[in-house]
C-alpha cells in the first residue's frame, strides 16, 4: 500500500531517485564505530533478507563483528519488522545506560 507497484520491480526501483540516491551513498560501507543491531523480515515484501543484511555482512567483513548484530524476524513482512525492531530497541539501548 505504501509502495506503488513499479518500485517492487528491481529494475524500476534502480533507475528511481531514490534507488539513485541509495546506490550513490553505498550507506553500507560506512565504517560503524558504534553497536548496531539491524532487524530484517524473511517475508519482506520492499527490502529482501540479501539486501538487508548487506550493511552488517559487509562490517563483519571488515573487522566489525563485535558492532552488528543481524536479527532475523520470522515470517515478518516490512511492517512487521519495523514493530519488531521499534519494540526491542528500548531494551537494547536501555542496556548501554549503564556503560
Known sequence: MLINDEYKNPSIFALSDFGQLAKNSEVYRWNFKT?????????????????????????????????????????????????????KQVQWFSNFLGK
Open 35 to 87: 553497536p548496531v543491531k539491524m532487524f530484517y523480515g524473511l517475508a519482506d515484501e520492499a527490502v529482501a533478507p540479501r539486501v538487508a543484511t548487506l550493511a552488517a555482512d559487509y562490517q563483519k567483513a571488515m573487522g566489525n563483528s563485535s558492532l552488528v548484530v543481524s536479527k532475523p524476524v520470522l515470517k515478518a513482512n516490512h511492517r512487521a519488522t519495523y514493530l519488531t525492531a521499534s519494540a
